[in-house]
C-alpha cells in the first residue's frame, strides 16, 4: 500500500517553466514533508521541507504549498533552469519516528 | 570530504553468491539507514539503527542482514543473491531519530545480480 502517492512520474519544462510535482498522503500521523532532489548516478539529497501548521515555505526558486485538509502538498519551482532536471521524491514522516516514506518520484527535464 | 560513503560503487555478481556492501558515515550521527531504489526510482527503507541498534526492519527477506560495528558504520550483507535484488542500495545516515531530522545519503551501491 503506497502511503504517499506522486504525480506525475515524468515531466518536461522548457526553461523558465514552473513546473509543478504533486503529492497527497494518507496518514494523518504524518507531520513532516521533506523533499528530496536526486541527480543522475547520486543519492538523494533534502531539497525543502515543511511541516502542516504552515500553507506555504519558499526557499530560493522552490516552494512547498501544504493543504492539511485535503492531505496534500506540491512542489513548484519557479524560473526552472536545465540543472534542475534530476528526479524529485515527496517524503513523509511521522511524529513518533525516523521513518521516511517516499513518494515514487517525478522525473524533471528542464530543455534549454 | 565524502560525508556518507559506500563502496563499492559497483557490484556484478551470480545468482547465488553472498556479497556485502559497506557504509560509513563522517558526520557524527547516531542513526543509519539501509534503501532500496528499484528500476523504476522507488526508494524503501530496509534497515535502520541507531547506536549500533536495530530500530526499523522492514520487510526484507532475511537473506538480507545488517550490521553495525559502531555508530559511524553500517554495512549490509546479502546471502544467495537473485535476479529481484538487482537495484540500487542506498546508505543514509541523520542525526537522531527525531522527526525533522536531515537523512544524509550516500553515493550508492549499484548491484546487478546475473
Known amino acids: 500500500q503506497q502511503q504517499v502517492k506522486q504525480s506525475p512520474q515524468s515531466l518536461i519544462v522548457q526553461k523558465g517553466g514552473i513546473p509543478i510535482i504533486n503529492c497527497a498522503y494518507e496518514?494523518?500521523?504524518?507531520?513532516?514533508f521533506p523533499w528530496y532532489q536526486q541527480f543522475p548516478g547520486k543519492g538523494p539529497a533534502l531539497l525543502i521541507a515543511?511541516?502542516?501548521?504552515?500553507s506555504e515555505k519558499k526557499e530560493g526558486r522552490f516552494t512547498i504549498s501544504f493543504n492539511k485538509s485535503a492531505k496534500q502538498f506540491s512542489l513548484h519551482i519557479m524560473d526552472s533552469q536545465p540543472g534542475d532536471s534530476a528526479t524529485y521524491f515527496c517524503?513523509?514522516?511521522?511524529?513518533?519516528?525516523?521513518?521516511?516514506?517516499f513518494g515514487e518520484g517525478t522525473q524533471l527535464t528542464v530543455n534549454p | 570530504d565524502t560525508a556518507v560513503s559506500q563502496t563499492p560503487k559497483y557490484l556484478v555478481t551470480q545468482m547465488g553468491n553472498d556479497k556485502s556492501i559497506k557504509c560509513e558515515q563522517n558526520?557524527?550521527?547516531?542513526?543509519m539507514y539501509w534503501y532500496k531504489q528499484d528500476s523504476k526510482k522507488f526508494l524503501k527503507i530496509m534497515f535502520s539503527?541507531?547506536?549500533?541498534?536495530?530500530?526499523i526492519n522492514e520487510t526484507v527477506p532475511n537473506r538480507f542482514s545488517p550490521k553495525s560495528p559502531d555508530k559511524a558504520h553500517l554495512n549490509l550483507h546479502i546471502n544467495s543473491l537473485e535476479l529481484g535484488d538487482s537495484a540500487v542500495y542506498f546508505c543514509?545516515?541523520?542525526?537522531?531519530?527525531?522527526?525533522?531530522?536531515?537523512?544524509?545519503f550516500g553515493p550508492g551501491t549499484r548491484l546487478l545480480v546475473l
Open positions: 543514509a545516515s541523520s542525526r537522531g531519530t527525531g522527526d525533522q531530522e536531515t537523512q544524509y
Open positions: 515543511i511541516r502542516p501548521d504552515v
Open positions: 517524503a513523509a514522516q511521522e511524529t513518533s519516528g525516523s521513518r521516511l516514506t
Open positions: 539503527y541507531n547506536n549500533k541498534e536495530l530500530i
Open positions: 496518514n494523518t500521523a504524518f507531520d513532516y
Open positions: 558526520l557524527g550521527h547516531d542513526t
